[in-house]
């Protein structure tokens, strides 16, 4: 294994770690009304710090994609393609400084109400990229190669942030003060062992690879 793909692996490890945190650190920021739009469902802070977790999330897709493709092909390719869509979450994530932004020119538009042309295509793309963990967490608990509770919260994660994320302006409370920050901590929960994993063991080793390492402790 070269230098290189020592520090990739730990690189990897990290966003593993580094994703899910950014996740939580932006419903906290929403949480606490730092940089809160006029609408109040959104934060610019929020904002930015959700459009780097998903940032983070794509190469994370795509490594377990690649893991669960050990054990069943088929379903590691279509979660490779799909997975991609986690990266649009950064879309709906940016929206909010923009909101912000008018919010500053005293232009009074609540932008998650609005369906500009085209926005269903990157809306239906996103949520196979959401829909991936849920096939992940599937076909880990089918096919092995991370434990069953991990398994199990890549199934439950995306069910709760969308939850907890669905809906415009109108969104109810609970939702957002709830099962958003539920939903991070779900993230974190189901990421961070896998990251910790890549972090401490030998360079080389990949998690859940046949004929390497089977699981996280």
Not at 63 to 84: D, M
Not at 186 to 211: D, H, K
Request: charged content about 5%; overall charge neutral; hydrophobic content about 55%.
């Amino acid at each position: 294994m070269s230098r290189f793909d020592q520090y990739q692996q730990r690189l990897l490890g990290l966003a593993f770690i580094v994703g899910p945190l950014l996740l939580i650190t932006a419903a906290l920021t929403f949480l606490a009304g730092i940089g809160r739009s006029s609408h109040g469902v959104s934060s610019w802070v929020e904002g930015v710090l959700m459009t780097l977790a998903f940032l983070l999330f794509v190469p994370i897709y795509l490594h377990l994609a690649r893991v669960l493709g050990q054990r069943a092909p088929r379903l590691g390719l279509v979660c490779t393609i799909t997975g991609l869509g986690i990266g649009l979450g950064m879309v709906p994530a940016s929206i909010r400084l923009t909101q912000v932004g008018l919010d500053q020119l005293g232009v009074d538009v609540a932008l998650f109400s609005l369906q500009p042309p085209g926005q269903m295509v990157l809306v239906l793309w996103m949520g196979l990229g959401l829909l991936t963990t849920i096939l992940l967490g599937i076909g880990f608990l089918v096919y092995g190669g991370l434990p069953r509770w991990t398994a199990v919260l890549f199934i439950l994660a995306p069910i709760v942030f969308v939850i907890g994320q669905g809906g415009d302006e109108s969104i109810a409370a609970w939702q957002i003060n709830i099962m958003y920050p539920l939903a991070c901590i779900l993230y974190l929960a189901a990421f961070a062992p896998i990251g910790w994993r890549y972090l401490t063991q030998p360079a080389g080793s990949v998690v859940g690879e046949v004929g390497g390492s089977t699981a996280v402790a």
